[in-house]
């Protein structure tokens, strides 16, 4: 089993900057695709950024050149930096953690493969003011 908690959340006026922070807690077996991903009231859940075993990065067009996640593996932490925030990046945003046990490296971005992820965090609240 594997625990997910995240922090850094809050509210900045447009052009600012937040830094996420999702702690890992547990153990597991296979390769890890860990992702951010964010929903805002009405609309679905989309994939923002994940980065796979072998640090492999993927983002969504919206947030290129503006978001950076990491991962620090001896802190079991995942980050996502998070720069020139927008009024349309407010929305809650969760860390996942998709577990193959059998190794691979599928890390799916989009929102529409989200059913796959096993491991959720409870989410935090980004709000960016105009």
């Known amino acids: 089993q594997v625990s997910l908690v995240e922090s850094g959340g809050g509210s900045v006026q447009a052009g600012g900057s937040l830094r996420l922070s999702c702690a890992a807690s547990?153990?597991?077996?296979?390769?890890?695709?860990m992702a951010w991903f964010r929903q805002a009231p009405g609309k679905e859940r989309e994939g923002v950024a994940n980065i796979n075993d072998e640090g492999n990065l993927n983002y969504a067009d919206s947030v290129k050149g503006r978001f950076t996640i990491s991962k620090d593996n001896a802190k079991n932490t995942l980050y996502l930096q998070m720069n020139s925030l927008k009024p349309e990046d407010t929305a809650m945003y969760y860390c996942?953690?998709?577990?193959?046990?059998?190794?691979?490296?599928?890390?799916?971005?989009?929102?529409?493969?989200?059913?796959?992820?096993?491991?959720w965090g409870q989410g935090t609240q980004v709000t960016v003011s105009s």
């Open positions: 996942a953690a998709l577990v193959l046990r059998h190794g691979g490296n599928w890390c799916p971005l989009s929102g529409k493969f989200s059913y796959a992820f096993q491991y």
């Open positions: 547990g153990s597991t077996s296979g390769s890890v695709c």
